[in-house]
T-cell receptor, first 111, second 112 residues
Framework: LAKTTQPISMDSYEGQEVNITCSHN???????ITWYQQFPSQGPRFIIQ???TKVTNEVASLFIPADRKSSTLSLPRVSLSDTAVYYC????????????FGGGTRLMVKP | KAGVTQTPRYLIKTRGQQVTLSCSPI?????VSWYQQTPGQGLQFLFE???????NKGNFPGRFSGRQFSNSRSEMNVSTLELGDSALYLC???????????FGPGTRLTVL
């Protein structure tokens, strides 16, 4: 099971681009990288998932280098409502739907 | 399409009691997973059910159990409650597997 490491917390200001990097050195060949967002007292929400290079959706972009040992979640022009905890996960293909959450990155967006 | 629903949203119990939490997945989703979230331990996987069978189990004592019905609705039960069982219990459903899970709002359990 690939262990992930990400910063405990980050601060940003409204309108800035935020990049959160996650390390997953022992990622397996078939593993995908998945990011979730969680607001206080709510369940996590799927943001984006990728396997290699770059993935973009209406919420974020995910950059994955060729060696896939890390990934960067990019949030363009954050607002106060983006204040949340962001989790990087590498779900184990052989573990069904078991998600192993680490500590996540607590993002604080300031006005 | 309606999201994942969990009932009740809040619950207060005393030590030694038992509790049953309910989760209704998104229509068409056959996989239901349960998680416990506490400030100290974070989000931890409890178990997953798929087509009424437990497919995965986390590292929790036997006091924690669950089941899934033929309509994919799931329940989890905690017997002989301890103070440390106070947590937010989250349910998540999925259709295609691990790719994307949809979480419910959770049940906040307080054990006194």
């Amino acid at each position: 099971l690939a262990k992930t490491t990400q910063p405990i917390s980050m601060d940003s200001y409204e309108g800035q681009e935020v990049n959160i990097t996650c390390s997953h050195n022992n990622i397996a060949t078939n593993d995908y990288i998945t990011w979730y967002q969680q607001f206080p007292s709510q369940g996590p929400r799927f943001i984006i998932q990728g396997y290699k290079t770059k993935v973009t959706n209406e919420v974020a972009s995910l950059f994955i280098p060729a060696d896939r040992k890390s990934s960067t979640l990019s949030l363009p022009r954050v607002s106060l409502s983006d204040t949340a905890v962001y989790y990087c996960l590498v779900p184990n293909n052989n573990a069904g739907n078991m998600l192993t959450f680490g500590g996540g990155t607590r993002l604080m967006v300031k006005p | 399409k309606a999201g994942v629903t969990q009932t009740p949203r809040y619950l207060i119990k005393t030590r030694g009691q038992q509790v049953t939490l309910s989760c209704s997945p998104i229509s068409g989703h056959r996989s239901v997973s349960w998680y416990q979230q506490t400030p100290g331990q974070g989000l931890q996987f409890l178990f997953e059910y798929f087509s009424e069978t437990q497919r995965n189990k986390g590292n929790f004592p036997g006091r924690f159990s669950g089941r899934q019905f033929s309509n994919s609705r799931s329940e989890m039960n905690v017997s002989t409650l301890e103070l440390g069982d106070s947590a937010l219990y989250l349910c998540a459903s999925s259709f295609r597997g691990y790719n994307e899970q949809f979480f419910g709002p959770g049940t906040r359990l307080t054990v006194l």
